[in-house]
């Protein structure tokens, strides 16, 4: 998670539209009030060319039992975008694995409780075979889909899966294609 200080309190970066830094603040607060914060999201392949999706944990404080990526959070103050997400690799899935930043985009989704998702979220890819070995507060389940089951999910059960993974989904698709070109 963010940075965890003394009495338990979590930090986000704060940026604007440019993703520049202009602050701190605590991570439910940002969520409560929706303020734009620094993200990542990290998107694991097979050598079969499927997707790993992970199931949030049901006792997570906002998208609960909701199918996801590999993993997302949030940048600590101070901490490299490309730090982060390899710590929280490890923290969630229990592995290490080569990443490659792809491209950033800003999203704002209500996520429940109140809670307002408003982030700069840098989008990772990474070749991984596992194992893994998920951390049971962070992930209730592990799945590898193709991006033809994927898309196929996300056009009929769009209520299954997370907010910014709806989004992202089709920017990498996009995004993977044309660099292939």
């Keep these: 998670m963010s940075k965890a200080l003394h009495d338990g309190t979590e930090l986000v ?7 520049q830094p202009v602050g701190t603040m605590d991570k439910l ?7 734009l914060h620094r993200a990542f999201s990290v998107f694991l392949f097979d050598d079969q060319g499927r997707v790993l999706l992970q199931q ?3 006792g997570k404080y906002h998208t609960p039992g ?13 901490e490299a975008l490309e730090d982060a997400a390899h710590r929280r690799l490890y923290e969630e ?13 800003i ?5 429940g409780q109140g809670l307002i998702e408003h982030e700069v979220d840098h989008v990772f890819t990474g070749a991984c075979q596992g194992p893994f070995h998920p951390a049971a507060e962070e992930v209730a389940d ?10 196929r999910e996300m056009n009929e059960t769009p209520e299954r899966f997370t907010p910014w993974l709806l989004i992202a989904w ?12």
Aim: net charge positive; aromatic share 8%.
């Design 13 to 19: 970066v704060l940026v604007d539209t440019d993703d």
């Design 29 to 35: 607060e940002a969520h409560h009030k929706g303020v």
């Design 56 to 58: 949030r944990a049901w």
């Design 66 to 78: 909701l199918w996801s990526n590999a993993c997302c959070s949030h940048v600590r103050p101070g």
């Design 93 to 105: 899935l229990g592995v290490h694995a080569p990443l490659e930043r792809r491209f950033h985009f």
């Design 107 to 111: 999203y704002r989704a209500e996520v």
């Design 142 to 151: 592990l799945r590898w889909v193709t991006p033809g089951e994927l898309e």
């Design 170 to 181: 089709p920017r990498l698709q996009r995004h993977l294609a044309l660099s292939c070109t």
